[in-house]
């Protein structure tokens, strides 16, 4: 009776060591998806500040060039 329940005992050890294998692969595959997260989220948002960067100047620009537009046709209209 009590080799059975130690064969048994032994079993249930070898599925837990397995559990807790495939638990610590798990956990570093989280680890790994959290650093490449991370990566990828500082990435976009130094590129979000320099499409903002970009988007600023382009409006400035077009201002710039509608207003030149503008007085071009209120000089043209005085002549």
């Given at each position: ?37 991370k ?7 130094g ?28 000089n043209?209209?005085?002549?």
């Amino acid at each position: 009776m009590v080799k059975l329940s130690e064969k048994e005992r032994d079993s249930l050890e070898d599925v837990k060591n397995e559990a807790e294998a495939y638990m610590l692969k798990e956990l570093s595959l989280l680890k790994w998806q959290e650093k490449a997260t991370k990566f990828a989220l500082d990435d976009t948002g130094g590129k979000m500040d320099e499409l903002q960067g970009n988007v600023a100047t382009l409006e400035e620009n077009l201002k710039a060039e509608r207003d030149k537009i503008q007085d071009s046709k209120t000089n043209s209209q005085r002549v």
